[in-house]
């Protein structure tokens, strides 16, 4: 990073546009200064997408420069409609703090994940923050309209970084057999679920079955 700054504008745009060209999870790289002021970004000149953000992170990288943390934004839908996150690092010279690199990093692949595991019909796979929040939802209407994981047990296990199965009723009075885990270090939780009529569905049938011979 301290090398990345002290280069040229012209160097600074092209090293960062291979890493998002070499990089796909990187929707646009910029080098601030410690003001906020973009010393070189590979949006060419357009607006920020993530301005709303930018502010905030660059007073926490000030603030906890050399406590070795990566400061990174709430999840936000683009005006694309697609899952995206900030991160800001600093860039430090001499132990102090003489720039900023800020990435916007694109989250559809977490997306692609939860379609590709959806289980069964009518079975679901979601991804939430710690507060609950949707990230990825193989119902993206719940992602669109910002809803809630309501099982604060299972966010709290998430936290303490364990994973676990459960049957649980949701909130709509359908029974639901699920899987959940940690993602990340952020706090994160993904989750498998089916509704136990659907799940135990070929059980139930070879019981029957069983019954009648």
């Known amino acids: 990073l301290q090398s990345g700054y002290e280069m040229t504008h012209s160097r600074q745009e092209l090293t960062i546009n291979s890493l998002v060209n070499d990089f796909d999870l990187f929707n646009q790289l910029s080098i601030l200064d410690t003001s906020g002021v973009v010393l070189a970004s590979t949006s060419f000149g357009e607006p920020e997408p993530s301005s709303g953000h930018k502010n905030q992170l660059i007073r926490d990288v000030l603030k906890y420069a050399r406590q070795d943390t990566t400061l990174y934004s709430s999840v936000y839908i683009s005006e694309e409609r697609l899952p995206l996150l900030d991160i800001a690092e600093p860039i430090l010279r001499y132990n102090q703090v003489?720039?900023?690199?800020?990435?916007?990093?694109?989250?559809?692949?977490?997306?692609?994940?939860?379609?590709?595991?959806?289980?069964?019909?009518?079975?679901?796979?979601?991804?939430?923050?710690?507060?609950?929040?949707?990230?990825?939802?193989?119902?993206?209407?719940?992602?669109?309209?910002?809803?809630?994981?309501?099982?604060?047990?299972i966010i709290d296990k998430i936290k303490h970084l364990e994973n676990g199965q459960i049957i649980y009723t949701t909130e709509d009075g359908v029974e639901m057999v699920a899987a959940y885990a940690p993602v990340g270090g952020y706090g994160w939780g993904a989750m498998l679920q089916q509704p136990t009529q659907e799940a135990f569905e070929p059980a139930h049938r070879m019981r029957f079955r069983m019954m009648q011979f």
């Open 98 to 153: 003489v720039g900023i690199l800020y990435a916007v990093v694109d989250l559809k692949a977490m997306w692609d994940v939860v379609d590709q595991n959806k289980v069964g019909e009518t079975g679901e796979a979601f991804i939430f923050d710690q507060e609950g929040i949707y990230i990825a939802h193989s119902d993206r209407k719940n992602v669109y309209s910002k809803k809630t994981f309501s099982r604060k047990d």
